[in-house]
């Protein structure tokens, strides 16, 4: 996609995590099309980021859904209406331009829109990369900071760094398929899930991973974009070098409001103000939703963002049909359209 090229919807939607996704769902329910962006590379904020293997217990309907599988039955949900997802894109602008608001992302693309819903969990999100000089020429080709496809990692030699539950995650689940695993920590004592914790270590006692503890990375080896080895090294200057065809650095992601701060909204704590029987904020045709948004007595729960969601999408219709009437219909009466064929 031309990052420069200019686009034109009903409904801009920033964020792409379970929140964002899903206001896709409610506007197209309403016949509204929707353009949906976010900073990170790949749809479901943190729950692609963060936890993509740990279980949610409070979905209705699922007694248990791993975050990724969540995210998955979304965009399932989502593909009749054909969204147009932009990721790897942070908007930088919202500007008023007459009855319209147009969004300019970091790289230029721009898009106008009649309503903006403004999914952004806590803001921003990007990786906490590790202080390697060389880092930049291996990023998104050896070095990953988030996992888009398992199936990446078949039969290769990986290091993975990190202490926190991302790190001990995808431990857990690509140790089956990759053909050896390096955890590299620099303390013994990991900030996870226990059980996963004693699940990672009879791995490693079984020998179907290697713990490397207590070790830092020092600096990445390799030809253009291609890793072949990534050296470690102890507080005491013990050094070893791991063979490793990719990195997965996971030291958590930094989060802000950035740019959002700038467009004259509403914000107190960290948080959009919001109305709460629509979610509109002090802009007109401007919504927040999810986890940055703010009201009395907000719970931040994945479902209180999606019931969010119907609520703004629906306030978001006059704005987008200003000359007609809305009759609220369920689903159960209007149906959903059916999945284009590719």
Partial sequence: MNNQASFNTDVAVIGAGPVGLFCVFQC?????STHVIDALPATGGQCTALYPEK????????????????????????????????????????ERQGQQWQLTTASGMSITAKAVIIAAGAGAFGPNKPPLANIGQYEGKTVHYLVQNRELFRDQRLVIAGGG???????????????????????????????NVDQMRALAEQGKLELVIPYQLANLE????QLTAV????????????????????????NKLGPINDWGLNIHNGLIQVEPTTC??????????GDIAGYPHKLKL????????????????????????????????TGVPAPQAQ
């Fill in 55 to 94: 279980p949610i217990y409070d979905i209705p309907a699922a007694p248990a859904i791993n975050a990724q599988d969540l995210i998955r039955k979304l965009e399932a949900q989502i593909k009749p209406f054909k969204p147009e997802v932009h990721l790897d894109q942070q908007v930088v602008a919202l």
């Fill in 222 to 225: 390799g030809q253009d974009d």
């Fill in 302 to 333: 994945i479902l209180s963002g999606f019931a969010e969601v119907a609520q703004a999408a629906h306030a978001a219709f006059a704005y987008v049909y200003p000359n007609e009437a809305l009759h609220f219909e369920h689903s159960t009466s």
């Fill in 165 to 195: 539950d991302s790190a001990v995650d995808w431990a857990l689940s690509l140790a089956d398929i990759a053909a050896h695993i390096y955890v590299v920590h620099r303390r013994d004592k990991f900030r996870a899930l226990p059980e």
């Fill in 231 to 254: 050296h470690v090294k102890t507080l005491k200057g013990e050094e070893r070098r791991l063979e490793a065809d990719h990195l997965l650095s996971f030291f958590g992601l930094v």
């Fill in 28 to 32: 197209g329910m309403l016949k509204m």
């Fill in 280 to 289: 509109a904020t002090n802009l007109p045709g401007v919504f927040a939703v």
